[in-house]
Each structure stands twice: as C-alpha cells, then as structure tokens.
C-alpha cells in the first residue's frame, strides 16, 4: 500500500481497534471495495464486512440479508449484539444524524455511543464505520468518532480509467487521437470527478467526436461545472478571451506566461512547486478583472469566481463551513484559476469590529491558512482597488507569489488598447468596413486620451458605436475624438484617490507594466 493513502490509515485503525469512523465520500462503491480489500488481506487477521443500508437492511459477506434490520437503530443493535470480530459498515445512517432543518435522533446516537463503549473495551475486534456523502456529527459523538479522509481518485487512477476506455474501444468506431501530452492534459483535467463522472465525461468525449483527442478536455470540464455549481459559494465562468486582448501590462503577463503548464508532470519533475497567485492592485477600470478573466482562457483552465457574499450565511457557523467547502470544491476542480474579485470588499469585517461575534475573522483565518499551506494547483487571482482596507498579515509573502500594482495605461499601452479596442467593437460591424484603422490613428487617439483607464477608452468606443447606429451611418474617428474630450476621467475626477494608491504601491508592489511602457 502507497503511504498515506486511505488503505494504509484504514489498515492502521482497524488494527488498534478504533470502534468508529467516519468516512465522507459520494463513491459508496470505492469504499466499500477498499474497506473490504484492507479488512479481507491487510490485517493479520480477515474480518468479515457487514454492510447496512436502508433499502436492505443488513447485508452478510455471503450476500444474505438479515431480517428486520433495515430500521437503524434495530441494525445497530443487532451490530451491538454480534460478538465476533467484524467490520460493520453502515452507508445511510447520515440522515438520523441531524442537520440544519432536523434533529438528530437522540435514541440512535445514544446507541451509537454504546457501541463505541462496547466495542473498545470487548475482547473482538469490531468496528462500525459509518460512509456519508456529507459530514454530520453531533457534539455527544465528537469524542467516539474517527474522521478518515478518502480521496478522489488520482491521477494514476484516472490515467487507468482512461486507458481501459481506450483499449476496450480500440479496433472500434471510435478512435483515440492523443499523445502523452494529450492524455496527461485529459487526466488532469478530469482531476476532481468520482470514478463514475470520470467514466462518464470520457465516454461522452469518445461519442461525441467519434475520437477522443485532447479538444475534448473542454467536455471533461463541462463536469466539473456540474460539480461546482451544486457548492452555490463559487461559480463556473467561461471566457473567450487571451492574454493577447489584454492591452499593455507586458510585465504582469510575462510573468503570468512562465508559470503556464506548472500543473503538467514535467514541472513536477523539473522541481517546480505549484504557484499560489497573484493580488492585482491597481486604478478601477485598468484591466485586473479583465487579466483575471483571461489567465484562465491562455492556460486551459477552468475559472472559478468564488462569491463571498454567499460564504457568510445566516446560520451560525454555516459561514465556517461554506468557506472550507468552497476550498474543498476549488481544490476538487484543480487545476484551475480561483478568481475573487474586490475582495478588500469581500473581508471588509475583518479589520476593526464587524459586529457579527468573530465569524469574519473566523473565515478569513481559514482562507489564509490555505493560501498559506496549499499544495494542489489552485491559482488565485485575487484584485482590489483599495488595499488599505486589507489586514497586513493578507500582504505578506507566503500567502500570494506577488502584488503587481496596475497604474493608468501609458501612451504606449493606450496605442494597444485603442488597436484591441477598435478592432473588437468597430471593425466588426460590416457598416464600418472602410473605417481608417491604422497606427497613425492609434497613435493620434492615445495621445488625445492621457489619463483615462483601459474601461473609459472601452466606453468612449462603445459610446461612439451608439451615436453611429442612431443616426445609421458608419461611425469616423471624429466620433471616437469626440467621445474623449466630452467625458472627464477617473484621473481627474478622484487625482487624489488615484495619486494616494500609486504612492502607496511604489514600495509595496511591482509595476505590471514593463519599464519600456
């Protein structure tokens, strides 16, 4: 057995005789078979498996059924009763356990607790292990239980599934079209799936195309959606755009383009460890959303927006539990790109009182605490447009691999804003055919344009493109010139907001823009 895996720490408790555990996983079936593999050859001593669920009842290791033992508390008495080494493992009891709308049953609990009693102090070696998609303990069982993690599958698991996919279908209609590359890119893209939504979106690829190629990691990740969805604290988004849509801010993708491929075997080898992020401060409006949006798109990755407005329920200690399931769910989705936008907003209760009894600070812990000690490929973007609100110990290194500061764009980056621009909004309107697109023109409206953000020259285009289709005639560079000098910038309108974040990101920060721009 490969240290740490489940198998090895099963085979460990059973050993020293731990009464209960609890094992939280969806894949009833992979648990069973590693619970019966680790019971049946890796103790000195086999132990047979009893299997309860509610349809059924008690299930023996011949097959046969127990009668009058699908109610759970008869279930566990006749477990209670049974004084012969064993390993009970019970699959539905989760929903007598209580939760936010039910109470736990008091009588069942109380049970539980006898055989926790009567099992560690018996002379047979007995254990109930109790298998949940969700973690329900109530406080009387916090000292009994034993939480064993079970991981979903890896990537030599996956790569396995893959493979029989592969050669059942070999010969067939269906043809793989992939190399090592290919098929590490599929593996990784399906890490985060049971065994069954592994099996499923491979399937699906393979009929889909008629070939499995690796195009068709966008629909292995078209089930990794489903899964993020149902956690309702972080969203899926998808994104069509580039790093190359991006004007300017040369540094900040340079340095995002050598962390491209981190996630693939050949990093691993090379002694690369998995980069944590990157906090993009910066003038509103300057393009941080926008990078965000595109990391994911130039990498191949999915793109998660983690809402944190949606992380502080009602519920006391719900807000705790939403975080560390969000985390859960971004590191289920690895590798991918966590994006948390304004999130000087998002833990604004953190610094001074908050008046909500801690739950801020409580939350924000959490999260730091993983930034901190994360090792799955998660990277995170997180912006801001007013740093000071955010506690010092967010800024320090550790938590992100870098602060890149985001200033207004400079003659040079505003020429490559107004060419992405223009060719984005005007240059596709078949009325427009014979607008001047050209350098010249660039040049002409970058100078005319000092001082406005990445946003306003987007807004000035569109505002033009408006005034064209009112008076259904194709839009001239008079209309973008126009548009410009009737609008006062956020430059001018807040200089000392805007002139208060450069100075405080001179010594704090690096530039994202490259010293040439």
């Not at 198998?7 to 209960?20: H, I, Q, S, W």
């Not at 590490?184 to 499923?200: D, F, I, N, Q």
């Not at 009602?314 to 399931?325: A, H, K, P, Y």
Request: proline share 5%; net charge negative; aromatic share 8%.
């Amino acid at each position: 057995m490969v240290p740490g895996t489940f198998a090895e720490e099963l085979g460990v408790l059973l050993k020293a005789r731990f009464p209960l555990l609890y094992v939280e996983s969806f894949e009833e079936s992979r648990v069973l078979a590693q619970v019966r593999a680790v019971a049946g050859q890796g103790l000195p001593a086999a132990r047979p498996v009893y299997v309860w669920s509610v349809t059924e009842g008690i299930r023996t290791p011949t097959g046969d059924v127990v009668e009058e033992t699908s109610d759970p508390r008869r279930a566990l008495d006749w477990a209670l009763d049974h004084q012969h080494p064993a390993v009970f493992v019970f699959c539905d009891l989760h929903a007598h356990l209580g939760s936010d709308v039910r109470s736990a049953d008091a009588a069942l609990i109380r049970r539980l607790r006898d055989i926790a009693s009567s099992f560690a102090r018996g002379q047979q070696a007995r254990t109930l292990i109790v298998v949940a998609p969700v973690l329900r303990i109530p406080p009387e069982l916090e000292k009994d239980l034993y939480i064993v993690d079970f991981a979903l599958p890896g990537v030599v698991e996956i790569r396995r599934i893959l493979d029989n996919i592969i050669g059942l279908n070999s010969g067939g209609r269906i043809s793989p079209d992939l190399d090592e590359d290919g098929k590490e890119r599929l593996v990784k893209a399906a890490l985060g799936l049971t065994e069954h939504e592994v099996e499923s979106a491979f399937a699906r690829a393979m009929v889909a195309g008629g070939v499995l190629q690796e195009s068709d990691v966008e629909l292995v990740l078209a089930e990794k959606r489903q899964v993020v969805r149902k956690t309702g604290v972080l969203e899926f988004l998808t994104s069509d755009l580039d790093l190359d849509d991006v004007g300017g801010l040369e540094n900040l993708k340079a340095w995002l383009g050598r962390r491209n491929n981190s996630w693939m075997e050949e990093a691993t080898r090379y002694g690369v460890p998995a980069p944590k992020g990157a906090l993009i401060t910066g003038v509103p409006g300057c393009g941080k959303s926008l990078t965000a949006k595109a990391i994911a798109s130039a990498w191949g990755l999915p793109l998660l927006r983690m809402d944190v407005g949606r992380v502080f329920a009602g519920l006391v200690g719900s807000s705790e539990q939403n975080m560390r399931s969000a985390i859960r769910s971004a590191e289920a989705a690895a590798p991918c790109v966590l994006w948390i936008d304004e999130i000087e907003k998002a833990f604004a209760g953190v610094v001074g009182s908050s008046g909500d009894s801690g739950t801020s600070s409580r939350v924000f812990g959490t999260f730091l605490t993983w930034m901190q000690e994360k090792r799955s490929h998660v990277f995170v973007i997180a912006t801001a447009n007013n740093v000071a609100s955010l506690p010092p110990e967010f800024l320090r290194k550790g938590r992100f691999d870098e602060i890149f500061f985001v200033d207004l764009p400079t003659q040079v980056e505003r020429v490559a804003i107004w060419r992405i621009q223009i060719g984005r909004y005007v240059m596709k309107a078949p009325a427009n055919t014979d607008f001047p697109n050209y350098p010249a023109l660039w040049e002409e409206l970058a100078t005319l344009s000092e001082g406005y953000s990445g946003a306003e020259i987007e807004q000035a285009v569109i505002a033009a493109l408006y005034q064209g289709f009112a008076d259904r005639r194709p839009i001239t560079p008079d209309d973008l010139k126009r548009e410009i000098t009737d609008s006062v910038p956020l430059s001018v309108t807040q200089a000392e907001q805007v002139q208060a974040l450069r100075t405080w990101a001179e010594s704090r920060t690096v530039s994202a823009s490259t010293a040439d721009a």
